[in-house]
T-cell receptor, first 109, second 114 residues
Framework: GQNIDQPTEMTATEGAIVQINCTYQTSGFNGLFWYQQHAGEAPTFLSYNVLDGLEEKGRFSSFPSRSKGYSYLLLKELQMKDSASYLC??????????WGAGTKLIIKP | IAGITQAPTSQILAAGRRMTLRCTQD?????MYWYRQDLGLGLRLIHY???????GKGEVPDGYSVSRANTDDFPLTLASAVPSQTSVYFC?????????????FGPGTRLTVL
């Protein structure tokens, strides 16, 4: 079966850096998405990667390793508004999105 | 720019009742999707539509039906609601299907079946 694993919950301090990991076992790989979802709201797109290597977008960076079935989302200079769930999703060989359960990130002052 | 709208925002429904969740997008996207989101589980695909006039079954289609009469609208119907259908339902769309196009989500409908 296809599976995506993310930590259920993480806690970090305002101004710090946090790394959210995502490991996956899917039938094929056509890229990996990260979405942010604030409580009670819709998921919103953060990033898409298909090639290995770090991609930076402001305070957020994503790093997929296709060969290792692993990716992480790096959030720098954490702000209180970054408190949200972060969803990892892999596009499989049929271009179907397989979703992880999400990581709830709690930011403390 | 509205993007994707969903209605109602929330609903409490008696078991056995019929319910249609509405979804409309104004981005002229070809592909549309219905997901349910339950605590501790990832988003699960219920039904999808690659283009107007076509629909397909996702991971958890039982108890749900959809139609795609035009590009903009993609309603989801629960023919006879059961308590296990209590969930948050998200409609999403992407420019095309079978591609790397980003999916964009509506605000969701919180449904409680008693």
């Amino acid at each position: 079966g296809q599976n995506i694993d993310q930590p259920t919950e993480m806690t970090a301090t305002e101004g710090a850096i946090v790394q959210i990991n995502c490991t996956y076992q899917t039938s094929g790989f056509n890229g990996l998405f990260w979405y942010q979802q604030h409580a009670g709201e819709a998921p919103t797109f953060l990033s898409y990667n298909v090639l290995d290597g770090l991609e930076e977008k402001g305070r957020f960076s994503s790093f997929p390793s296709r060969s290792k079935g692993y990716s992480y989302l790096l959030l720098k200079e954490l702000q209180m508004k970054d408190s949200a769930s972060y969803l990892c999703a892999v596009l499989d060989s049929n271009y179907q999105l397989i979703w992880g359960a999400g990581t709830k990130l709690i930011i403390k002052p | 720019i509205a993007g994707i709208t969903q209605a109602p925002t929330s609903q409490i429904l008696a078991a056995g009742r019929r319910m249609t969740l509405r979804c409309t997008q104004d981005m002229r996207h070809n592909a549309m999707y219905w997901y349910r989101q339950d605590l501790g589980l990832g988003l699960r695909l219920i039904h999808y539509s690659n283009t107007a006039g076509t629909t397909g079954k996702g991971e958890v289609p039982d108890g749900y039906s959809v139609s795609r009469a035009n590009t903009d609208d993609f309603p989801l119907t629960l023919a006879s609601a059961v308590p296990s259908q209590t969930s948050v339902y998200f409609c999403a769309s992407s420019a095309t299907s079978g591609s790397t196009d980003t999916q964009y989500f509506g605000p969701g409908t919180r449904l409680t079946v008693l």
